[in-house]
């Protein structure tokens, strides 16, 4: 069965940065794109981006230019998501999603990983 | 940016019951509208997608419907294993914007 499974909690100092990391299984790795959320405490979530794991090719919000990375290793099938210059309201749950669609995006999320908590604190 | 409301934030519902939840989009999205579920713990789960087409496997007491700017997701009979928190989230134009949620808890 499809499964996407994040990396552990992390907690991080403003100023700093954290990768987080997504392995699915159950599926052609290459075959869909992946897809970045974050959903902060007391807030609805919130799209990051995404990466084609065949191409490595990457789309972000315009609200993450310049301090998201989202990039791929296909050796270990294993997608990541980085952010940089980390501030307090970085903190939240982060997820990866599967995107329905097969070698294109349809934008509609249909496996998600466990998420994983990013607390940003002095 | 499109912004999702769904009403209401929470609601209190009894095994049995029949739920209903709403969406509005501030512009017409056609029928580019996604819910999702979402119990605590676990991963979020695909419900609906095109507003009113079953993902596979989601029971048949699960519908949506709607279309433009206004959407409903029912569930029929409400089940223990419905309690969770339920989010629209519109494919339409990006960025790809999400509802607040609305938490269905057990009464």
């Known amino acids: 069965q499809v499964q996407l499974v994040q990396s552990g909690a992390e907690v991080k100092k403003p100023g700093a940065s954290v990768k987080v990391s997504c392995k699915p299984s159950g599926y052609t790795f290459t075959g869909h794109y992946m897809h970045w959320v974050r959903q902060a405490p007391g807030q609805g979530l919130e799209w990051m981006g995404w990466i084609n794991p065949n191409s490595g090719d990457t789309n972000y919000a315009q609200k993450f230019q310049g301090r998201v990375t989202m990039t791929r290793d296909m050796s270990i099938n294993t997608g990541y998501m980085e952010l940089t210059s980390l501030k307090s309201d970085d903190t939240a749950v982060y997820y990866c999603a599967r995107d329905v669609g097969y070698s294109g995006t349809y934008y509609i999320f249909d496996y998600w990983g466990q998420g994983t908590l990013v607390t940003v604190s002095s | 940016d499109i912004q999702m409301t769904q009403s209401p934030s929470s609601l209190s519902a009894s095994v049995g019951d029949r739920v209903t939840i709403t969406c509005r989009a501030s512009q017409s999205i056609r029928t580019y509208l996604n819910w999702y579920q979402h119990r605590p713990g676990k991963a979020p789960k695909l419900l609906i997608y095109a507003a009113s087409t079953l993902q596979s496997g989601v029971p048949s007491r699960f519908t949506g419907s709607g279309s433009g700017t206004d959407f409903t997701l029912t569930i029929s009979s409400l089940q223990a294993e419905d309690f969770a928190t339920y989010f629209c989230?519109?494919?339409?134009?990006?960025?790809?914007?999400f509802g607040q949620g609305t938490k269905v808890e057990i009464k």
């Open positions: 989230q519109q494919s339409y134009t990006s960025p790809w914007t």
